[in-house]
């Protein structure tokens, strides 16, 4: 019983220190998605639709390739079969 004691408790330490050891990450896109549409809705807002999608439902989608490509923070999100709606989107960034 002891020894079952001090495994899990080794065990729970080296967790801990690996997950305070881990680095900062930026925040990634909750989807990425192949190509899609933007249009504009006023007040510099978009909505945007998307296909070829991976991840979930989220504020911030990545369009990969195409006239809207680029990263988006949107008031709503919905993904489903790899298809993305979105609404209340602004542009954040480009590609180069």
Request: overall charge negative; proline content about 3%.
């Amino acid at each position: 019983m002891t020894t079952i004691r001090t495994a899990v408790a080794l065990s729970t330490a080296v967790l801990a220190v690996s997950l305070g050891a881990a680095p900062a990450h930026a925040a990634a896109s909750d989807a990425v998605c192949f190509s899609g549409t933007r249009t504009p809705t006023g007040d510099g807002y978009y909505e945007v639709s998307a296909i070829g999608c991976d991840g979930h439902s989220g504020t911030s989608v990545t369009i990969r390739f195409g006239s809207a490509a680029g990263t988006y923070d949107c008031g709503w999100t919905f993904v489903w079969n790899g298809q993305l709606g979105a609404d209340n989107c602004t542009l954040t960034s480009v590609p180069a």
